[in-house]
């Protein structure tokens, strides 16, 4: 019997990307589930719960695993995103870290690759993202904003799935 000691390194990576994958998958079927019996409004609702919760859970515990401050800033942002399953997922993600923003850029979704493989309507993921992206970021830093640059249905750059941008809040 193998077991989790036993594996390579180059294993024990390629064994994330399953795990990621698989996360992914079961997001989908149950979404997708929800969609089919009670349609898209009904599924964005429970969905939108989901990630309220997934999300903070999600940062604390990479917070937690990357050792980063309270207030890691943007620096410790664009890390914990590096490791969220999500960055395993989706065959490309640039950031770009200024001194006072990070910019997200999801070049290509699987979730929307595979919307489109399968024949069915974008994922409208702006109203998911407006939860996931702030919710994660202030959990990894509380002085952390987001805005949407684009994202489905509100594309303003066709060259992407998404682009949000990160920054700061002023203090006051």
Same mark, same amino acid.
């Given at each position: 019997?193998?077991?989790?000691?036993?594996?390579?390194?180059?294993?024990?990576?390629?064994?994330?990307?399953v795990?990621?994958r698989?996360?992914?998958?079961?997001?989908?079927v149950?979404?997708?589930?929800?969609?089919?019996?009670?349609?898209?409004?009904e599924?964005?609702?429970?969905?939108?719960?989901?990630?309220?919760?997934?999300?903070? *859970?999600?940062?604390? !515990?990479?917070?937690?695993? #990357? /050792?980063?401050?309270?207030?890691? $800033?943007?620096?410790?942002l664009?890390?914990?995103?590096?490791?969220?399953?999500?960055?395993?997922?989706?065959?490309?993600?640039?950031?770009?870290l200024?001194?006072?923003?990070l910019?997200?850029?999801?070049?290509?979704c699987?979730?929307? *690759?595979?919307?489109? !493989?399968?024949?069915?309507? #974008? /994922?409208?993921c702006?109203?998911? $993202?407006?939860?996931?992206?702030?919710?994660?970021?202030?959990?990894?830093?509380?002085?952390?904003?987001?805005?949407?640059?684009?994202?489905?249905?509100?594309?303003?750059?066709?060259?992407?799935?998404c682009?949000?941008?990160?920054f700061?809040?002023?203090?006051?």
């Amino acid at each position: 019997m193998i077991t989790l000691d036993d594996l390579s390194k180059e294993q024990l990576k390629e064994l994330v990307h399953v795990y990621a994958r698989n996360f992914l998958a079961i997001d989908g079927v149950w979404f997708q589930s929800i969609e089919q019996k009670y349609g898209m409004a009904e599924a964005m609702y429970h969905d939108c719960e989901a990630w309220k919760r997934y999300s903070v *859970s999600e940062a604390r !515990r990479l917070k937690k695993f #990357l /050792h980063l401050d309270e207030h890691p $800033g943007l620096e410790g942002l664009r890390q914990a995103f590096e490791f969220r399953f999500s960055a395993f997922v989706n065959p490309a993600i640039e950031y770009e870290l200024r001194a006072d923003e990070l910019i997200f850029r999801v070049v290509d979704c699987q979730v929307q *690759s595979t919307r489109k !493989r399968k024949g069915m309507p #974008l /994922h409208p993921c702006l109203q998911i $993202g407006q939860i996931e992206y702030p919710y994660f970021a202030r959990t990894i830093d509380d002085r952390i904003e987001c805005e949407v640059i684009s994202c489905h249905p509100q594309i303003t750059d066709p060259s992407c799935a998404c682009i949000w941008r990160f920054f700061i809040r002023p203090e006051k």
